[in-house]
């Protein structure tokens, strides 16, 4: 069976600094993985995926994820966060094997951004 | 704005009703998936729908029901409803049937209130 793991509930940055949210995954055949943002009171919205090819991926408003298939890992990073980037973020995986393409979430992970 | 629309926002019922949440996919897109989010389960798969057919299920109650109209838009049932269904629920589309690569894009969420 597949899981997501985002081994932090919170992470505080300050504005303009680096921002970095992990994650890590296990499932049987080649993953495929997403990041979503939540905003309060908003839908998931899609950030970036990774599917093949180049490990580094970009994505929207500024983010971007290195997949690492020796540490199973897809973390997403920001090189200078903004106020704007609080919000819950969540990792997801779809292993290859699915073919329907249902969505294993993690936790989550809640980014807060200080001025 | 996804693109994907559901309705309605917030619903409030008594233990024991049942109730419709009603989501209308991207335009042209086939596959609509429900997934439930509640503090203690975290974001879950419930039921995915391609072009009327059911196509995946996940932790899906047996009181919780889903159907896919001609016109593509996805109805979710839920009935004899308990505290514990209290939770925003998501409705999300992508274009194709099969593909773990898609993206899937999500609506707003109806937020379900069980007194």
């Known amino acids: 069976a597949q899981s997501v793991a985002q081994p932090e509930d919170q992470v505080n940055v300050a504005e303009g600094n680096p921002l970095t949210v992990k994650c890590t995954y296990s499932v049987s055949g080649n993953p495929y993985l997403f990041w979503y943002v939540q905003y309060p009171n908003r839908g998931l919205q899609f950030l970036l995926k990774y599917i093949t090819g180049d490990n580094l991926v970009k994505g929207s408003y500024g983010f971007e994820a290195e997949f690492n298939k020796s540490q199973t890992s897809f973390h997403l990073k920001k090189p200078s966060a903004l106020v704007s980037d609080s919000a819950l973020y969540f990792c997801a995986v779809s292993p290859s094997t699915d073919s329907w393409g249902k969505l294993q979430f993690g936790a989550g992970t809640q980014v807060v951004v200080t001025p | ?115």
Do not use: M
Request: glycine share 8%.
């Open chain 2, 1 to 115: 704005d996804s693109g994907v629309t559901q309705t309605p926002k917030h619903l409030i019922t008594a233990t024991g009703q049942r109730v419709t949440l009603r989501c209308s996919p991207r335009s042209g897109d086939l596959s609509v998936y429900w997934y439930q989010q509640s503090l203690d389960q975290g974001l879950q798969f419930l039921i995915q729908y391609y072009n009327g057919e059911e196509r995946a299920k996940g932790n899906i109650l047996e009181r919780f029901s889903a159907q896919q109209f001609p016109d593509l838009h996805s109805e979710l049932n839920l009935s004899s409803l308990e505290l514990g269904d209290s939770a925003l629920y998501f409705c999300a589309s992508s274009s194709l049937a099969r593909g773990s690569t898609d993206t899937q894009y999500f609506g707003p969420g109806t937020r379900l209130t069980v007194l």
